[in-house]
């Protein structure tokens, strides 16, 4: 098994990546969908995280209003570093009872948005970056997204740095350009990870 950790800033376009990998082969591993998961109604996760937070960020059928609680702790480093030590043990044990599943030949994908926040490289045999350049990523949040840019700013700058990210890239994928220039790259970054994967 080859354990890849897939990141890569808000709007560089790492959904795209990851749908073209489960598409070649890959067994993908969401950390956002799993980052849901844990905080449905009835579990423990959400009482936890309204404990912490308070009942106003429950919507009226009791779900996490995630706007309201996005408006909390992007605006604030400390809150946010208070929801990701609730989130992250639990989000990080389900991944791995999800990896114990896979095959002793996959090629396991982790998308992990915070890998280089949280300090995650160890975790992989490699790590793969979307890389795009911070207008791009903005341009995208605003136009495609519809966020206000200055909710697109404040989730950017919450996000580790370019150049930190890339710091800890094994593999790049430049998303910079338009979409039909992704996926022969990362045709090329599966065959090597096939390749890896068939060597380790």
Known sequence: MLKVGLTGGIGAGKSEVSRLLVSYGAVL?????IAREVVEPGTPGLAAVVEAFGDDILTEEGTLDRPRLGSIVFADAD???T???LVHPLVGARSAELESRAGEGDVVVHDVPLLTENGLAPLYDLVVVVDASPETQLDR???LRGMAESEARARMTAQATREQRLAVADLVIDNDGPLDAL???VRKVWDELE???ATA
């Not at 591993?29 to 969908?33: E, F, K, L, M, Q």
């Open 195 to 197: 390749r890896r994967a």
């Open 79 to 81: 809150r946010l570093a």
């Open 83 to 85: 929801l990701n030590a």
């Open 29 to 33: 591993i969401d950390a956002d969908r």
């Open 183 to 185: 996926a022969p790259q």
């Open 141 to 143: 949040l605003v136009r």
